[in-house]
């Protein structure tokens, strides 16, 4: 069964709602496992349903107060008043929110461990990815940390050294504030400038603890950003580091907010550019991580236009059969886009930028550039601190 890929999925995720008025529709989620169906992917890996997370594992990363007040928020929605995070306009209390997302982190938590004992090589859960969940409150849409949350039970089953790649439009701080004393984890984000965007946090000279000086790297793009800035700007910073680190495990996170049609966001990134980066991810598992990759999703609120491509060709990736860009989009999922939505889904799985093109850092920068400036401030904060040339 090694080297075939797992796709976790349970229906249940799709409970994961704050209400009509929220960005984060599940129905993103059930249009992304559609779209894998009417691709033939879901021939291609083995799905998987977890179980939840349960609390022995979600305190991994969560303290215990704070599970309290998510499962008593969750039984008693109206009661919630703002504390931990939970009650607020990004964090609305909804019923069952405990139970789906614990659910949400046991399929993250199942990915790593499927990966740590070989029982596959790659899994994906496109609806994790709740990087902005702190140890003590919701944030950013966000309950419970699954990815910190998988991380945490890879170093649990004995793992020295994992790596954690956040490609997200928003920073992936609460992975790195659960990992920031903690060397045997390397986070890295590539996210908007925190000038711009939501947490406000990532910025360049976030490098970790003390005991873990280097631990963490952020690169902030400018708003902005388009297909040859972002790809260059990942190829400039991350397989050094990966090669420098060689992690046991590959995590990545692959919030599809980076695009140009994100409502939340202001970056210029195209599903083109997004599968590159993914194709990139699955090679860099094989070539530093031994192939141990687990493949997140996390935040795009093009909820019909862009997510369900983006995290599609994510499960082909893992799954050994990438999609191809100009693949024309089967009818009946569009007919199922325009049931549950009253939208029109896309045609293709490109936004027709394939190839993407991007020059290489090693060729040299021009300093007047302002993401080759992100890249600097990036490589100068942390490379020397991981015996690295800047
Ligand atoms: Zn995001």
Not at 310 to 320: C, D, E, K, N
Not at 321 to 347: D, K, N
Request: aromatic residues 8%; hydrophobic residues 45%; contains cysteine.
């Amino acid at each position: 069964m090694s080297g075939r890929a797992q796709l976790m999925w349970d229906e249940a995720v799709t409970g994961y709602d704050f209400g009509p008025e929220h960005p984060m529709d599940p129905v993103r989620l059930a249009l992304t496992r559609s779209l894998v169906g009417a691709l033939g992917l879901d021939r291609e890996v083995e799905t998987v349903a977890a179980r939840p997370a349960g609390e022995s594992t979600l305190r991994l990363v969560h303290r215990e107060d704070y599970i309290d007040a998510v499962k008593a928020a969750s039984a008693e929605p109206g009661a919630a008043d703002g504390s931990y995070g939970l009650g607020t306009v990004d964090d609305p209390a909804f019923a069952g929110m405990h139970e789906v997302s614990a659910l949400i982190a046991g399929q993250s938590v199942g990915a790593a461990e499927a990966v740590w004992r070989g029982d596959a090589l790659h899994a994906v859960n496109f609806a994790g990815g709740l990087h902005h969940a702190m140890p003590g409150a919701a944030s950013g849409f966000c309950v419970y940390n699954d990815a910190a949350l998988a991380i945490a039970r890879l170093l649990e089953l004995g793992a020295e050294r994992v790596a954690y790649v956040d490609v997200d439009v928003h920073h992936g701080d609460g992975v790195q504030a659960a990992f920031w004393e903690d060397p045997r984890v390397l986070t890295v984000s590539l996210h908007e400038h925190p000038r711009t965007l939501f947490p406000q946090t990532g910025w360049p000279e976030e490098t970790g603890a003390d005991c873990a000086e280097g631990a963490a790297v952020n690169v902030a793009l400018p708003a902005g950003t388009g297909d040859a800035g972002w790809v260059r700007a990942f190829h400039a910073v991350v397989p050094e580091l990966l090669a420098e680190f060689r992690p046991q495990v590959l995590v990545t996170q692959h919030g599809a907010d980076t695009h140009f049609e994100d409502p939340l966001a202001h970056l210029a990134v195209s599903l083109d550019a997004q599968r590159a980066v993914q194709v990139a991810c699955h090679d860099f598992a094989h070539e530093y991580a031994g192939g141990r990759w687990v493949a997140l999703g996390g935040g795009g609120y093009a909820v019909v236009e862009v997510v369900p491509r983006s995290w599609a060709h994510l499960v082909g990736i893992a799954a050994g059969r990438p999609v191809e860009p100009e693949t024309v989009i089967p009818e009946g999922w569009r007919q199922e886009v325009y049931a549950r939505t009253r939208q029109l889904g896309p045609m293709r799985m490109t936004d027709g930028r394939w190839p993407v093109s991007w020059a290489s850092w090693e060729a040299g920068y021009d300093p007047a550039d302002r993401v080759d400036q992100a890249v600097r401030a990036a490589r100068r904060a942390v490379f020397p601190l991981r015996g690295l040339l800047p």
